[in-house]
T-cell receptor
């Protein structure tokens, strides 16, 4: 199984809502990533988990809260978002984060709209 | 600042023609990768070239890397309409032989292949 799955595909939420994005991989990868991508822009790294521990936080606002319950799952908890947070949120995984070439496998993304 | 810059921003060709995209970056790298993204979907890894390699092939893809000029190019030969997508280079920066553990993406080239 060489697939990264993400749910939901689309999410519309108000600024006072709390929601979560989910990501799953069964490739035995030990590194997982969250990216944010605005239209016609490249993906921007948000968080990196390596061996289920947060290793990189790219100064992301605290209204985004990542969680890695186990080596296959990655969540992104959303609370009190702003309309400018509307974007495509991509999850990715790679065999390792810090050792060896880290070819990344991406999920299809969650299209988030904040009203 | 963004590690990778790409040109052209957009490229429009006819089926059967070759497409060349260029990427420049600013710091020392461990490796450079190319990804494809179909409209609004996840990224697909195409090819990885290590810092000690100069050229790599994969099917209709040919990637070159010139670390002295901090640049790379992606050549797609005999293009097909299905190659229509955005193409991103991504650099895995390093210092002292150790990867930072994250990819930084270039701005991307939008390739349109007309049937």
């Amino acid at each position: 199984d060489t697939e990264v799955t993400q749910t939901p595909k689309h999410l519309v939420m108000g600024m006072t809502n709390k929601k979560s994005l989910k990501c799953e991989q069964h490739m035995g990868h030990r590194a997982m990533y969250w990216y944010k991508q605005k239209a016609k822009k490249p993906p921007e790294l948000m968080f990196v988990y390596s061996y289920e521990k947060l290793s990189i936080n790219e100064s992301v606002p605290s209204r985004f809260s990542p969680e890695c319950p186990n080596s296959s799952l990655l969540n992104l908890h959303l609370h009190a978002l702003q309309p400018e947070d509307s974007a495509l949120y991509l999850c990715a995984s790679s065999q390792y984060a810090l050792a060896g070439p880290n070819e990344q496998f991406f999920g299809p993304g969650t299209r988030l709209t904040v009203l | 600042s963004q590690q990778g810059e790409e040109d052209p921003q957009a490229l429009s060709i006819q089926e059967g023609e070759n497409a060349t995209m260029n990427c420049s970056y600013k710091t020392s790298i461990n490796n450079l990768q190319w990804y494809r993204q179909n409209s609004g979907r996840g990224l697909v890894h195409l090819i990885l070239i290590r810092s000690n390699e100069r050229e790599k092939h994969s099917g209709r893809l040919r990637v070159t890397l010139d670390t002295s000029k901090k640049s790379s190019s992606l050549l797609i030969t005999a293009s097909r309409a299905a190659d229509t997508a955005s193409y991103f280079c991504a650099t895995d920066a390093e210092a002292g032989g150790t990867s930072y553990g994250k990819l930084t993406f270039g701005q991307g080239t939008i390739l349109t292949v007309h049937p």
